[in-house]
T-cell receptor, first 108, second 113 residues
Framework: KNEVEQSPQNLTAQEGEFITINCSYS?????LHWLQQHPGGGIVSLFM???GKKKHGRLIATINIQEKHSSLHITASHPRDSAVYIC??????????FGEGTQLTVNP | ETGVTQSPTHLIKTRGQQVTLRCSSQ?????VSWYQQALGQGPQFIFQ???????GRGNFPPRFSGLQFPNYSSELNVNALELDDSALYLC????????????FGQGTRLTVV
């Protein structure tokens, strides 16, 4: 069992839909990262959180430390949101343990 | 755009050869982590360097080695390349500490033939 698991693996949505990607982890963490990866490989950090909720534009990330669960929500999804979304747990030191990623496709 | 740059962006090597990948960290960052991402999978931790010393290593064989220089830039060296080493190699720089942002480079796509 992976230390960080994401669901779903693949997600297809229509433009405008509300999207949720889930992340569960089984290790102790100091922070949880949500990252976006576009074709070609570059990774962009979306959020880093250790409690509660953060919002940036149409993106919202929440974390429940007791349940070891985090969610990334995208409101009013748009085709440009199509990418791989990865959650990563910061464990020992500043090492990141990654989930497998969720491939999101938003159709116009 | 982050200040983390990796070179080269793409590389093709033959099985058995050696390769060196480079990473320039964001200004002021003293910690560099290297990750290997096979196609369709999440990145896997290779090792981390903090102030020129290795500071943690993942489940990779000794033919994966690294260096960090006084300016905190870093190299990843892989000897005796195998076909399974074909992957995207990512570096991430950060300040030391448990609650610090990590900034990623664009990655180096290594193909071993």
């Amino acid at each position: 069992k992976n230390e960080v698991e994401q669901s779903p693996q693949n997600l297809t949505a229509q433009e405008g839909e509300f999207i949720t990607i889930n992340c569960s982890y089984s290790v102790g963490i100091s922070a949880l990262h949500w990252l976006q990866q576009h074709p070609g490989g570059g990774i962009v950090s979306l959020f880093m959180l250790s409690s509660g909720k953060k919002k940036h534009g149409r993106l919202i990330a929440t974390i429940n430390i007791q349940e070891k669960h985090s969610s990334l929500h995208i409101t009013a999804s748009h085709p440009r949101d199509s990418a791989v979304y990865i959650c990563a747990a910061r464990t020992s030191g500043s090492r990141l343990t990654f989930g497998e990623g969720t491939q999101l496709t938003v159709n116009p | 755009e982050t200040g983390v740059t990796q070179s080269p962006t793409h590389l093709i090597k033959t099985r058995g050869q050696q390769v060196t990948l480079r990473c320039s960290s964001q200004s002021g960052h003293n910690t560099v982590s290297w990750y290997q991402q096979a196609l369709g999978q999440g990145p896997q931790f290779i090792f981390q360097y903090y102030r020129e010393e290795e500071n943690g290593r993942g489940n990779f064989p000794p033919r994966f080695s690294g260096l960090q220089f006084p300016n905190y830039s870093s190299e990843l060296n892989v000897n005796a390349l195998e076909l399974d080493d074909s992957a995207l190699y990512l570096c991430a720089s950060s300040l030391d500490g448990y609650y610090t942002e990590a900034f990623f480079g664009q990655g180096t796509r290594l193909t071993v033939v």
